[in-house]
C-alpha cells in the first residue's frame, strides 16, 4: 500500500525516556531564559576575534562520521558573565575550536515517535554536508565547522557580510545562521537563524525563526548566484508541517541538493546549544545514502560500533547530560592498553546486545576495540546509539511515522464529527 493510503493507527511501545526528556526540556526553556542577545553578540564578535594563525585543520573523517559525531549537551556554552570578548579573543589552537564547537545545537536521533507529532513539529529533508555557524559582521564573513574550525572566510550578501562602498546598516551589526554546506553545489543551505543584524533569535520559538528566516534572507540578495562581493550561494531548505502531506513531501519531494534523512524541529522550541530532544534526525535507505554507521574503510561492520568516554572510576558513557553509563573498565586494563579518563574508546556491542528496562540501559555486551579516531570531537550520544541499534534490530519505518501522523487526523476528526452533531 503507498504510504499516503495507510490509515491503521500506530502506537510503538516506548524504547526510552525520549518523550520525558522533551517536555523536561520545554519546561526549562520556559523557566530558564538566559541572556541570549548578550550571548549572540558574543558569538559574533568571536568569530571573529579567535585567533587563526594557531589553529590546526581537523584530520579526514568519512562521511557518516561528519554528521553522527555529536557536541555533547554537557559541553554548553560558558555564561558571557564568565567569558568575555577580551578573554575569548586570547583562546588559540585547540582552546578556540573547542569554544566554537559547543555553540551548535545538534538533534537527537529519533528512537520513539514525538506525541502530537502532526501537530507540533515541523519537518525538512536534511541536505548532505558539512554542518557549520555561518557568522557576517565587520564586513567579512566566516564559516566555522562542528568542531569549531574555520571552513571559510568569504564576502557574501548576508548583512554587514562583504567590504563595500554601499553597505547600509550599523557597521556593528551582526548575523548569524546554522547552515549545511553542500559541496555539490556549492551552496550554504540555511537551517535555521540565530541571530539577523543583530537581533537576538535564540529564545525565539522554532515557528517564528523559520517564518522570519524566510522573510528576510531572500530580502539581502544572498540566495542570488556567486559575485564579486557573493562568493557562495546560500538556500533555504523547504520546511513543511509534519502531518501527511507534509511528511509525504518531505519524505519523497524533490530537492536541488542529496538528502541525507530527515530533520524534525518542535515547534515551540528555542534555540538551545547542545544536543535537544526538541530536534530529531531520521533516516532510512530510501533517503539517505548513510543509514548503519560505517568504519574508517567506508564499510558497515558486522556488528554495531559504538564510542564511548572513559570517566573517573573507568566509566564507559555517552555524551549526554546527564551521562547514559554502558559499562565500567578496570584499572588493570586501562593500564595495560593505556587508556586514562577523558579517552574516546570504540567497542563493538556483542551478540549479548543491550538490555533495557523501562527504557533505561540496564547492561551492554561491549567487545573492546581500541581508541577512537582522534578526530573524533565526543563520544555518541545514547539516541544515536538506540537509533543504531533500532536499525539492525526493529527499525522505526517511515510507514511508522505516516501511521502516527494518520492516527492523529483521524481523532481530530472525530473530535470535530462530535462537536458538529451537537
Known amino acids: 500500500m503507498a504510504p499516503?493510503?495507510?490509515?491503521?493507527?500506530?502506537?510503538?511501545?516506548?524504547?526510552?525516556?525520549?518523550?520525558?526528556?522533551?517536555?523536561?526540556?520545554?519546561?526549562?526553556?520556559?523557566?530558564?531564559?538566559?541572556?541570549?542577545?548578550?550571548?549572540?553578540?558574543?558569538?559574533?564578535?568571536?568569530?571573529?576575534?579567535?585567533?587563526?594563525?594557531?589553529?590546526?585543520?581537523?584530520e579526514p573523517v568519512s562521511a557518516p562520521e561528519l554528521h553522527d559525531e555529536l557536541i555533547p549537551d554537557s559541553e554548553a556554552p560558558e555564561s558571557p558573565k564568565e567569558l568575555d570578548v577580551v578573554e575569548a579573543s586570547k583562546l588559540k589552537g585547540?582552546?578556540?575550536?573547542?569554544?566554537?564547537?559547543?555553540?551548535?545545537?545538534?538533534?537527537e536521533w529519533m528512537i520513539d515517535i514525538p506525541e502530537n507529532l502532526s501537530q507540533d513539529w515541523f519537518v525538512f529533508a536534511r541536505p548532505s554536508g558539512k554542518r557549520c555557524f555561518v557568522v557576517s559582521c565587520n564586513g567579512t564573513t566566516?564559516?566555522?565547522?562542528?568542531?569549531?574550525?574555520?571552513?571559510?572566510?568569504?564576502?557574501?550578501?548576508?548583512?554587514?557580510?562583504?567590504?563595500?562602498?554601499?553597505?547600509?546598516?550599523?557597521?556593528?551589526?551582526?548575523?548569524?545562521?546554522?547552515?549545511?554546506?553542500?559541496?555539490?553545489?556549492?551552496?550554504?543551505?540555511?537551517?535555521?537563524?540565530v541571530c539577523w543584524r543583530g537581533y537576538s533569535l535564540y529564545d525565539c520559538a522554532a515557528e517564528f525563526r523559520f517564518f522570519w528566516l524566510n522573510s528576510k534572507l531572500a530580502e539581502t540578495g544572498?540566495?542570488?548566484?556567486?559575485?564579486?562581493?557573493?562568493?557562495?550561494?546560500?538556500?533555504?531548505?523547504?520546511?513543511?508541517?509534519?502531518?501527511?502531506?507534509?511528511?509525504?513531501?518531505?519524505?519523497?519531494?524533490?530537492?536541488?541538493y542529496v538528502k541525507d534523512g530527515l530533520l524534525f524541529y518542535n515547534k515551540h522550541a528555542h534555540y538551545q546549544t547542545g544536543i535537544t530532544p526538541l530536534a530529531l534526525v531520521w533516516k532510512d535507505e530510501n533517503c539517505s545514502q548513510y543509514v548503519m554507521d560505517t568504519d574508517s574503510k567506508g564499510q558497515v561492520p558486522n556488528h554495531q560500533q559504538v564510542v564511548l568516554e572513559l570517566q573517573e572510576g573507568g566509566k564507559l558513557c555517552t555524551s549526554d547530560d546527564p551521562p547514559v553509563v554502558f559499562?565500567?573498565?578496570?584499572?588493570?586494563?586501562?593500564h595495560e592498553s593505556e587508556l586514562h579518563s577523558?579517552?574516546?574508546?570504540?567497542?563493538?556491542?556483542?551478540?549479548?546486545?543491550?538490555?533495557?528496562?523501562?527504557?533505561?540501559?540496564?547492561?551492554?555486551?561491549?567487545?573492546?576495540?581500541?581508541?577512537?579516531?582522534?578526530?573524533?570531537?565526543?563520544?555518541?550520544?545514547?539516541?544515536?546509539?538506540?537509533?543504531?541499534?533500532?536499525?539492525?534490530?526493529?527499525?522505526?519505518?517511515?510507514?511508522?511515522?505516516?501511521?502516527?501522523?494518520?492516527?492523529?487526523?483521524?481523532?481530530?476528526?472525530?473530535?470535530?464529527?462530535?462537536?458538529?452533531?451537537?
Open 142 to 193: 566566516i564559516s566555522r565547522l562542528r568542531n569549531g574550525s574555520i571552513l571559510h572566510r568569504f564576502p557574501s550578501e548576508l548583512p554587514n557580510g562583504a567590504r563595500r562602498k554601499d553597505s547600509s546598516g550599523p557597521a556593528q551589526s551582526y548575523s548569524i545562521l546554522d547552515c549545511i554546506f553542500h559541496e555539490v553545489d556549492q551552496t550554504y543551505y540555511v537551517i535555521d537563524m
Open 94 to 107: 585547540a582552546e578556540a575550536r573547542k569554544w566554537f564547537a559547543k555553540q551548535l545545537m545538534h538533534p
Open 222 to 256: 544572498a540566495c542570488e548566484p556567486p559575485s564579486h562581493y557573493h562568493k557562495y550561494r546560500f538556500s533555504l531548505v523547504p520546511v513543511y508541517c509534519c502531518d501527511q502531506s507534509g511528511l509525504c513531501a518531505a519524505y519523497t519531494g524533490s530537492v536541488p
Open 4 to 58: 499516503h493510503d495507510l490509515r491503521r493507527p500506530f502506537k510503538r511501545p516506548l524504547i526510552s525516556d525520549q518523550e520525558k526528556r522533551r517536555q523536561q526540556s520545554l519546561l526549562r526553556q520556559a523557566q530558564n531564559r538566559r541572556d541570549a542577545q548578550n550571548h549572540a553578540r558574543f558569538l559574533a564578535s568571536t568569530a571573529l576575534s579567535l585567533e587563526q594563525p594557531h589553529e590546526l585543520e581537523p
Open 342 to 422: 577523558g579517552c574516546l574508546v570504540r567497542f563493538a556491542i556483542g551478540e549479548g546486545g543491550l538490555v533495557l528496562v523501562d527504557g533505561k540501559l540496564e547492561k551492554a555486551d561491549l567487545n573492546y576495540l581500541g581508541k577512537a579516531n582522534r578526530a573524533r570531537a565526543s563520544a555518541d550520544s545514547f539516541s544515536k546509539v538506540m537509533f543504531q541499534y533500532s536499525v539492525r534490530h526493529s527499525p522505526l519505518r517511515i510507514d511508522d511515522l505516516l501511521g502516527s501522523v494518520n492516527s492523529a487526523a483521524d481523532e481530530s476528526n472525530k473530535v470535530c464529527d462530535i462537536e458538529m452533531d451537537g
Open 327 to 334: 559499562g565500567c573498565l578496570d584499572g588493570g586494563f586501562m
